[in-house]
Structure formats: C-alpha cells, structure tokens
C-alpha cells in the first residue's frame, strides 16, 4: 500500500517512462514518509475498443485507481491538497501528453494487510522508521509499536 | 466515477457490444444526473483459464465491479432498488448470453477523486448542472458549489 | 464475494497451478461457512516491465487485492488471525516460489452486490444454508433470511 492501478492505452509509456512515473509517484509519498517499497504500481495496457467514456469509446483515457489506508488523510485541507499532489505527479504523463484522465483513490482497512508475510508497522512508529531506513519487511516487537516520537502525545499542562 | 471494471471471457463483446453495453450503463445514470463523462466502463477480457470460481475453472463468467461515490445510495429502499436496476441493465450482456454471473459495488471517498485536473462540483451543484450540460470538466468558483435548487433545503414554517 | 484479484508475472502459475490455489483459497472460506461459489479468483498476468515497487521494476512480484464484504471480520483478534490465515494459504504459491508479495484487502457493501440476479441472502440464515449445500444461488423467502440457528439471540435469563 499505496497500490496504484494505471490503465492507459496501449503503447502510452516505454518501459524508461513506467520506470520514471513510478519514480514520481513513489517520491510524493516519501514526503510522509513511508516506507519506499509500500509503494505500488501495476500498468494495465488496454487494447483499443477497450474503454468506454460516457457511452463513447476513447482510445486516450488514462484511468488511475489508488487504494491507500484508511484514516491517513485527516481532514478537508489536508485532503485536498492531496489530490492537487496527485495532480502534479500524474500530470506529466497524461495532460502534458495529450490524454484525457480521471484519478480517484479509495480507502481500505489498515489492519487486512500484510507484506512478505509480516503485519506492516503502526504508522511513525519505531519498527516503521527501521522500514524506512532499510527499505524492506523486517520482523519487529512490541516495544517497536510504539511511536518513534512522543511529540504530539503530550498535551500542555500534563505532568505525567 | 462511476468505474466499472467488467471482465469477460475473451471474445464475449464485439466492440458494437461494448459500445451499446457501456451506453447503457451510461443512462443509469443519466437517471440521477450526473454528467454522462463521469461513467468510464473498462473491459477486461479474460483469456480461459484464468478465472475460477467455487475453486473450479469457469470460462463462462461474468465478473463486474463497479466503485460509486460514498453516501449517494442513502437508505435501504434505494440501495436495493440500485441493485434492480443494475441487473436490469446488464441482464441483457450476461444471463441473455449463457454466462454466469455476479455484480458488486465499492463505495469511495468523494474528495479523493478529480477528473481533467478539477475536483468535481458538489452533487445538485450549479456548477454540476453546466458539467451535464457541457458534458466535459469546466472551471467553476466558489458560488457555483452551491444547489442548483433549494428545493428540500427549507421547511414548512420557516420564517427566514 | 470474496473477489480475489492475483496479479502475477508471465508465466508464474500454469492451469494446474491455478486450480489448486483457488481451491486452497476456496477452503479458506468454507470454514466459515459460505457457499463456495462466492469465492471468485481472477488470476491477471502481468507482462514484464508492468509492476513497479518503490519506483523500481520488479519482474517478481505477486499482488493480491481481495474485497470482502465490511462487518464480517469483527474485532482484532479475528482480523489478525484472518491475515494470518491469508499468508498461510498463499505461502506456497509465492514465498516458497521465491517470488515477493503483498496482499489487502477491501471492504465492500453487502447490500449492493448481488449474484445470478439474486440478492444473497443474510450470513447464517436458513436460505444461506441451502445456498452452500446446493453450491449455487437460488430464490428464496421472506422467512428463510431468519437465522439457521437462534444460538446467540437469547441471553441466559430470557423468559420469552
């Protein structure tokens, strides 16, 4: 997670262009940060007569579908403002390239999901930083649950 | 959005049939309205061999999975109604043909979705109305989010 | 539903090996019980140079995206021991294959989703019951959506 599912028509990107738009991608969501390898991208080439826009046929769509966990994106503004980062990213590659688009990305439970067999990390915890920094599915243990900063757990006036 | 995913058994739709299956999916929603551009229908053929159901091959299958926007099959009565006539419209592509088949619904966010780079207008919106009408993603500013009709956005007795 | 979505590279699994994951996915659910045939895999061949992880082309990878139905996987403890029975049944097809792997899975609407043109009926009700002894979808009655079984509807003390 996140997995994005870009179905574009045939012959839309070389396999350099895949690699760079991934790349793109991944990099928006190394401002979270997340771990790079949770990051997905499967192309689905899509023949011809394959796509239907409003009762059309459109041979230019490209069609994006994201899930991302559920929860992660608190509120309007921030909300938002992601979908103008999605924007940004994808734009190169289908405005820029004379294709008509549509993204929208669904949300799914944290808690159904598992890489190389291992229940991902609480987000910001310690265990998650060590999935940053090696950049694959490593066990961990309960103490590695726990946040990697105390910053924001703590309220002014609290004295323990 | 509405996305429908709709994999067949290869050769199951000529592209007439895809035309006349996706332009009747498409007046479903014209129904409600929304703009007729918001419906994308994807065709997946599935080469045999590719598809079990039960843990048993099945080259005869019909599998459509459609994601709606979140909250806009408010209640019981309307929500069962919607799987009528789902079945109404796709009756004619499956059980008319021989196939099995099965049909389920997603629901998703809708402020995680954009379309041409714009953030679609509220539902009943003003500027929802334009979009139906110019059946394409335009510009519109803050004024236009507002109901197209105050219809049931007033009470008997109120006074201002 | 469930719907299972196996994208996996060119070549990974042969016509066998398909049949025998499904089925091993399939049991899975026959524990619960439901009826078999709501268990579809879609087994989706991914060409290489079509999966990207972390920005980087993986030609051996396996991503598994499954929707169930929302409300049917209650507490932590069973959602945690469901993952745990998801990497038991997929292990043999992509850890001891060598390949890397993720899999999620979405929550979905019961009550838009139907199969055949019938509406299922309601987990562990008397028309659920005859829905998996016969293996197939069937129409049913106001009163068979009544629980197979009242166990678990009355509380000790209950006098009427």
């Known amino acids: 997670m996140p997995l994005w599912k870009i179905y574009h028509p045939a012959g839309a990107y070389t396999d350099d262009d895949k690699n760079a738009f991934s790349k793109s991608i991944t990099s928006l969501y190394e401002l979270v940060p997340i771990p790079k390898f949770y990051v997905v991208c499967v192309f689905e080439e899509m023949p ?7 009762g ?8 994006i579908r994201v ?5 992660t994106m608190p509120g309007q503004i921030v909300r938002e403002w992601w979908v103008s980062q999605l924007e940004r990213v ?5 405005k820029d390239r004379g294709y008509d688009w549509e993204i929208s990305v669904d949300e799914t439970p944290f ?8 229940i991902p990390p609480p987000f910001e915890s310690i265990a ?10 490593l066990s961990y243990g309960q103490a590695e649950k726990l946040p ?13």
């Not at 899930?67 to 929860?71: F, G, S």
């Not at 808690?111 to 291992?118: A, I, T």
């Open 48 to 54: 011809a007569g394959t796509i239907y826009v409003g």
């Open 56 to 63: 059309e046929r459109h041979d230019q769509f490209v069609r």
């Open 67 to 71: 899930d991302q966990i559920a929860r």
């Open 90 to 94: 994808i734009g190169p590659w289908v």
């Open 111 to 118: 808690d159904l999901w598992s890489l190389q067999g291992e």
């Open 128 to 137: 998650e930083k060590r999935w940053v920094a090696e950049n694959k599915a």
């Open 148 to 160: 990697a900063s105390m910053n924001g757990l703590t309220l002014p006036g609290m004295t323990g």
